[in-house]
């Protein structure tokens, strides 16, 4: 059995992994963090990281960037693997994260699908067949027109697994619409669509003679990246200090 502090464990992922760990008869929540104080939760839910001192064998990190920094230095200071959901890290911030794998296991993704993480590995072996015999690539993704950002984070995963394959040498371009000129060889075309309440799409696209081959992953809802967090959690514990992502859970 799996033993987790939830960190973030009142937001809206938080509240996907709990009902996620309910379902899993090899994990089970020890205690959660949040600031906010009405729950029904069954396991204390402390407003801060310092009132824990409940035993765990990994943390699920879905709370707020600016929190990364209290919590490394817990993880660390208690030696407890951590699963850093978290998005929107600076430079600063992911040093941190680096830091601290040097003496905890840290797992680390821009995306915590194991679809999407799947989609990548697919990607660099496609992209290795395809691209040296011609094929264009294309990235297109769609989110909620909530969404600020674009193209999305996962939209850039996704082109660099394509670009690493070809040995970095192409360029991104986001939009074509100032050129009037056939399309280069040497890029990857990133579009972003927003609208509705989309959860997300992202659309790997291989365009070459005669045939284009696509790459999708739909999500449904956002319980995937939740699914995704549970597994990580069960690969870290117990594992030795390194930084590691979700390329290590699916094998």
Same mark, same amino acid.
């Given at each position: 059995m799996v033993t987790v502090? %939830?960190? *973030?464990? #009142?937001?809206?992922?938080? =509240?996907?992994?709990? !009902?996620?760990? =309910?379902?899993?008869? !090899?994990?089970?929540i020890a205690a959660g963090i949040d600031i906010a104080e009405n729950h029904d939760r !069954?396991?204390?839910?402390?407003?801060?990281?310092?009132k824990c001192t409940e035993p765990a064998d990994v943390i699920i990190d879905f709370s707020t960037a600016s929190a990364m920094g209290s919590l490394m230095a817990y993880a660390v200071e208690r030696r407890i693997p951590a699963v850093v959901c978290t998005t929107g890290l600076t430079e600063a911030m992911l040093a941190m994260v680096k830091e601290a794998s040097e003496e905890i296991a840290v797992l680390r993704s821009g995306n915590m699908s194991l *679809?999407?993480? %799947? %989609?990548? $590995?697919? #990607? $660099?072996?496609?992209?290795?067949? %395809?691209l040296p015999a011609g094929y264009d690539a294309e990235i297109e993704e769609m989110h909620h027109r909530r969404k600020l950002d674009a193209?999305?984070?996962?939209a850039l995963m996704l082109a660099d697994a394509v670009n690493e394959a070809a040995g970095g040498r192409y360029e991104y371009v986001y939009g074509r619409s100032d050129r009037h000129e056939a399309r280069p060889a040497k890029e990857i075309g990133i579009s972003s669509l927003r609208g509705g309440t989309v959860v997300g799409i992202h659309d790997a696209i291989f365009a070459g003679p005669d045939e284009v081959i696509e790459i999708k992953h739909t999500a449904y809802s956002r319980a995937v990246f939740a699914k995704g967090a549970v597994q990580a959690a069960k690969y870290l514990a117990g594992k030795g200090p390194g930084l590691y992502d979700m390329s290590d859970v699916i094998g």
């Open positions: 502090i %939830l960190h *973030g464990a #009142l937001g809206f992922m938080g =509240r996907a992994v709990d !009902e996620i760990c =309910r379902q899993d008869p !090899e994990i089970t !069954e396991y204390p839910v402390y407003d801060s990281l310092d *679809g999407i993480n %799947l %989609l990548l $590995k697919l #990607l $660099k072996t496609a992209s290795a067949t %395809l193209p999305s984070g996962t």
